[in-house]
């Protein structure tokens, strides 16, 4: 089946374009101009992925990305203006996976949305034993299901998300570093320069939600002067 994607931004001239192109390519492609738009067609339409710009009437893409993280896993790549770093934190922190800056390249875009889409789609890194689960303290990891438990409390966590603390897991005990991750996750060349902060937020939010105390993390760990591990899974049977 075709996957489904929603172009969110009140340019009516970028609607156009970004719908003839992703169309051209095979997606199927709904759109709105602002933000409440954007959650009625969302709950209506049911997409694989959201394409939001962040200055929109109504309720900007800050807005609807808190709203949609509130009932919904789905990816979300945010439209951030040419030089604010403040917009892409913030995006990121909210709940979006990934982000392309204005103005851009809709060749841009389409390799971010086919990047993203491919690894949320992804199953079964290596080292990940057999059975798909692991068990971590009163951490469970379902990489089959793509479903994380801490103690009886299932944790919602978005398709990143997910693909992140897989790979850290994958090779628990190993660090890996920012650029690494950027390659590994989000499918980004060692020859583009991107901002590792992707990475930074993203491993905060995962704390946030896994750690017992985030401040004081002792499940995905700082590696100094390299990136980030997950602490090493000692397997039944091992010293």
């Given at each position: 089946?075709?996957?489904?994607?929603?172009?969110?931004?009140d340019?009516?001239?970028?609607?156009?374009?970004?719908?003839?192109?992703?169309?051209?390519?095979?997606?199927?492609?709904?759109?709105a101009?602002?933000?409440?738009?954007?959650?009625?067609?969302?709950?209506?339409?049911?997409?694989?992925?959201?394409?939001?710009?962040?200055?929109?009437?109504?309720?900007?893409g800050?807005?609807?990305?808190?709203?949609?993280?509130?009932?919904?896993?789905?990816?979300?790549?945010?439209?951030?203006?040419?030089?604010?770093?403040?917009?892409?934190?913030?995006?990121?922190?909210?709940?979006?996976?990934?982000?392309?800056?204005k103005?851009?390249?809709?060749?841009?875009?389409?390799?971010?949305i086919?990047?993203?889409?491919?690894?949320?789609?992804?199953t079964?890194?290596?080292?990940?034993?057999?059975?798909?689960?692991?068990?971590?303290?009163?951490?469970?990891?379902?990489?089959?299901?793509?479903?994380?438990?801490?103690?009886?409390?299932?944790?919602?966590?978005?398709?990143?998300?997910?693909?992140?603390?897989?790979?850290?897991?994958?090779?628990?005990?190993?660090?890996?570093?920012?650029?690494?991750?950027?390659?590994?996750?989000?499918?980004?060349?060692?020859?583009?320069?991107?901002?590792?902060?992707?990475?930074?937020?993203?491993?905060?939010?995962?704390?946030?939600?896994?750690?017992?105390?985030?401040?004081?993390?002792?499940?995905?760990?700082?590696?100094?002067?390299?990136?980030?591990?997950?602490?090493?899974?000692i397997e039944?049977?091992?010293?």
């Amino acid at each position: 089946m075709k996957k489904k994607i929603l172009v969110v931004d009140d340019e009516a001239s970028i609607r156009r374009i970004l719908e003839t192109r992703l169309s051209m390519i095979g997606y199927d492609v709904v759109t709105a101009g602002d933000g409440e738009e954007a959650l009625d067609t969302f709950r209506k339409s049911d997409p694989d992925l959201v394409v939001l710009d962040v200055m929109m009437p109504k309720l900007d893409g800050y807005g609807v990305c808190q709203e949609l993280r509130k009932e919904s896993d789905v990816p979300i790549i945010m439209l951030t203006a040419l030089g604010d770093v403040a917009d892409r934190i913030t995006g990121l922190e909210l709940g979006a996976d990934d982000y392309v800056v204005k103005p851009f390249s809709p060749k841009e875009l389409e390799a971010r949305i086919r990047s993203v889409l491919r690894r949320v789609d992804k199953t079964g890194a290596s080292g990940i034993p057999s059975s798909g689960v692991i068990h971590v303290g009163n951490i469970k990891i379902d990489t089959n299901k793509r479903q994380v438990y801490k103690g009886d409390e299932r944790i919602r966590l978005t398709g990143m998300e997910f693909s992140l603390l897989e790979l850290l897991v994958s090779r628990s005990g190993e660090a890996f570093s920012r650029s690494e991750i950027l390659q590994e996750v989000w499918g980004y060349t060692p020859e583009r320069h991107v901002d590792t902060r992707v990475v930074d937020v993203h491993i905060s939010r995962l704390r946030a939600k896994l750690e017992d105390d985030p401040s004081n993390p002792e499940l995905i760990l700082t590696a100094r002067g390299t990136g980030y591990l997950f602490q090493r899974i000692i397997e039944p049977g091992e010293e």
